[in-house]
């Protein structure tokens, strides 16, 4: 009898369930950029806020996938990437922006991928297209050829560098560098004539 009363309810259940869905209702099936977020957003938005109200960072994207451990995120992977740092009067410091951008929470690092550009409160421009930006210490770096523009100057480095934004220091590997007459922000044209610093 028991048996019997417990196949009832199942059947019963199943049954109902089946009315209650209309039959174009499905689960959505989808291909996630990110496989292992556990959350995806659309118009992604995250500060960090100091203790005076002010704010030390912001991040913004057109999609952003979370990756958690537990209570608290620790990954968050993000297109249409756009990275904001602000120094301690709250003017912005540092800015980044690219196609795809890794923010590790642990590490206080953020990697992006894909026309990377940076421009610091210097006036100092990075175009790359890969780039590790360290939070704290404010070092971009990069093993991929990347483009250094300042103070006139547009400067190849072919095999990477190291840019220490706090000190005002850089590592370029392999540099070639092309003078500018214009400002800064322009590229070196197509009749610029660019000077290995090592002929």
């Not at 100091?50 to 297109?79: C, H, L, M, P, S």
Request: charged fraction near 30%; proline fraction near 3%; charge should be negative.
């Amino acid at each position: 009898m028991r048996g019997f009363v417990a196949v009832t309810a199942i059947l019963f259940l199943s049954f109902g369930f089946a009315i209650g869905c209309p039959a174009g209702d499905r689960v959505i099936e989808e291909q996630v950029r990110e496989p292992g977020a556990t959350i995806r957003i659309k118009d992604f938005v995250r500060e960090s806020i100091r203790a005076d109200g002010r704010t030390e960072w912001r991040v913004d994207a057109g999609e952003a996938f979370i990756f958690d451990r537990g209570e608290e995120d620790n990954r968050v992977i993000a297109y249409e990437f756009r990275f904001v740092q602000y120094d301690d009067q709250g003017k912005v410091m540092d800015r980044l922006i690219a196609e795809r951008g890794e923010i590790d929470y642990n590490a206080a690092i953020v990697k992006v991928s894909g026309a990377v550009r940076f421009w610091s409160a210097s006036g100092r421009q990075v175009e790359a297209e890969s780039l590790e930006y360290d939070r704290e210490t404010q070092i971009l770096q990069s093993e991929q050829p990347l483009k250094i523009i300042e103070r006139g100057n547009v400067t190849l480095c072919q095999r990477g560098a190291e840019i220490d934004n706090q000190n005002n220091r850089q590592l370029c590997r392999a540099p070639v560098v092309a003078a500018q007459s214009s400002d800064a922000s322009n590229h070196a044209g197509e009749n610029s004539n660019p000077l290995d610093l090592f002929e």
